[in-house]
């Protein structure tokens, strides 16, 4: 029978020796994948202000948003930064 820390030390060097050829294999991206990640971040950002400019209407008109309101700009935002992170980091691989 094996001793566990033979085990784990091969277990270990299988896992190190593997992560490098998993990190070559990823695929790079293309101008067009850029375009398509830029657009996406760009429509993110135009439904985020549109929201905005609903909200801060609503409060000027004396209205008060409720917290389904404030959620949903609040996902907008987080959608918005999550589209433009997408797309810097496609682009940054073209």
């Keep these: ?15 190190v020796l593997g992560l490098p050829a998993a990190a070559t294999a ?5 101008p067009a994948d850029c375009d398509a990640a830029q657009a996406a971040a760009d429509r993110a950002e135009s439904e985020f ?4 400019s609903e909200y801060l ?7 008060h948003p409720d917290a389904s309101q404030r959620q949903a700009l609040a996902d907008a935002d987080v959608a918005r930064a999550t589209a433009r992170a ?4 496609i682009c940054n691989a073209v």
């Design 86 to 89: 997408e797309a810097e980091r």
């Design 49 to 52: 202000e549109a929201m905005k």
């Design 1 to 15: 029978m094996m001793p566990i820390r033979t085990l784990a030390a091969a277990a270990c060097a299988a896992t």
């Design 57 to 63: 209407a609503q409060i000027a008109d004396g209205g």
């Design 26 to 30: 990823a695929p790079l991206a293309t």
